[in-house]
């Protein structure tokens, strides 16, 4: 039974140590978004004054996001190709995640890496965000799931990448993605 356990883990860790992100996001004026994506925004963040609009291309996938900002907060709300909501992530520091919840997280860095540095954090809520404002007013409403997407660079003896992981509410892993980037064209010397 152990070497079953033993084997499935094993089967799992690889999977998701096996994902890759690369992603390609451009800039694009407001009449090439979707109308529902853009009526989203206007009904849940009406006093949004800057909204920026991007197309994002990631292993494949075309979806929209709008960048704004509302209560001083740094949000990002991702739309599929034609206009349904999502996620929505708000931009947040490492230390403002729960304290149970944090020191899980902090559990898996440590236990997989020899060093590591967080870069971003973002909550994540993702369900049923037809009525997103009225939970951020009230939120012991149900229907929305909250995660923490955390961008890090983590060190093992065989490699230094850049990490997107995905935690739930507790701090359990769902999900981790190596970050590739475009080489840079610039020598630094």
Known sequence: MRIIFLTILAILSFSISAQTK?????????????????????????????????QEISNGKTTFEAKLQWNKTPYSVEFDSVGTIEDVEMT???EEIELT?????EQYFLGNYKKHKVLKVQKQFTGNLSQFRQYLENPNQTGITTNYEVEFQGITPESNELYE???????????RKTIKTEANINLDF
């Open 22 to 54: 690369m992603e390609k996001e451009y800039r694009v004026k407001q009449d090439k978004v979707p109308e529902n994506a853009q009526k989203w925004i206007i009904q849940n963040f009406p006093e949004a004054k800057k909204v920026k609009w991007y």
């Open 92 to 94: 947040i520091d490492f």
């Open 101 to 105: 919840t944090r020191k899980t997280i």
């Open 165 to 175: 992981a995905l935690f739930n509410q507790s701090g359990q892993l769902i999900q």
